[in-house]
């Protein structure tokens, strides 16, 4: 499988924005790059994907490298709530080495200060 | 909308019991997940299904681990019989169609806490 690296932790303050990295330098041309988060005791969370184009939704926002070699989360303004475990995932179709598959590493655990 | 149901939310039981744990897909969804959460492993995919059709099996740790979907509402995931190294959260997700693209993302439940003692 297509393997992401993120950092294990990273903090922030209430009301920041949050840029959380992911590098994926052995990305296939079929795969998509997804980000879940688990927020504690629950199960996780889709937050946004993409496949080239940086993309928006009411959670977050991506940021694709050109290369795709690399992604970032970004949180426009964090709250208490975005405390939790971030996953950078590779999520591939058809003749890719992560076709069907959502493969979780250790994500970045995010803490928000008050 | 309902999400993703699973049931029980809890169980505990004595080794060597059969366990059953349930999972009702988000209606229109055609693909099943199942998982399992540990501290010492992370989530581990065991199993999905694709149209009611077990598609990758390769993450079922071993033979006393079954999982069926007889319907396109419904799927189990049975161990029989039960370790204690079987503790663990164990999650199921659906998606919608996604025609081999890696384009749909996957809706979780909120897990069955299973403790074997």
């Known amino acids: 499988d297509a393997k992401t690296t993120q950092p294990n932790s990273m903090e922030s303050n209430e009301e920041e924005p949050v840029h959380l990295p992911c590098n994926h330098s052995t990305i296939s041309g079929t795969d998509y790059i997804h980000w879940y988060r688990q927020l504690p005791s629950q199960g996780p969370e889709y937050v946004i994907h993409?496949?080239?184009s940086n993309v928006n939704n009411r959670m977050a926002s991506l940021a694709i490298a050109e290369d795709r070699k690399s992604s970032t989360l970004i949180l426009h303004r964090a709250t208490l709530r975005d405390a939790a475990v971030y996953y950078c995932?590779?999520?591939?179709?058809?003749?890719?080495?992560?076709?069907?598959?959502?493969?979780f590493g250790q994500g970045t655990i995010l803490t928000v200060h008050p | 909308d309902a999400g993703v149901i699973q049931s029980p939310r809890h169980e505990v039981t004595e080794m060597g019991q059969e366990v059953t744990l349930r999972c009702k897909p988000i209606?229109?969804?055609?693909?099943l997940f199942w998982y399992r959460q540990t501290m010492m492993r992370g989530l581990e995919l065991l199993i999905y299904f694709n149209n009611n059709v077990p598609i990758d099996d390769s993450g079922m740790p071993e033979d006393r681990f079954s999982a069926k979907m007889p319907n396109a509402s419904f799927s189990t995931l049975k161990i029989q019989p039960s370790e204690p190294r079987d503790s663990a959260v164990y999650f199921c997700?659906?998606?919608?169609?996604?025609?081999?693209?890696?384009?749909?993302?996957?809706?979780f439940g909120d897990g069955t806490r299973l403790s074997i003692l």
């Open positions: 993409g496949l080239t």
């Open positions: 209606s229109g969804h055609n693909s």
């Open positions: 997700a659906s998606s919608p169609p996604w025609g081999g693209r890696g384009n749909q993302p996957q809706h």
């Open positions: 995932i590779l999520f591939g179709g058809a003749g890719g080495t992560s076709y069907g598959k959502l493969t």
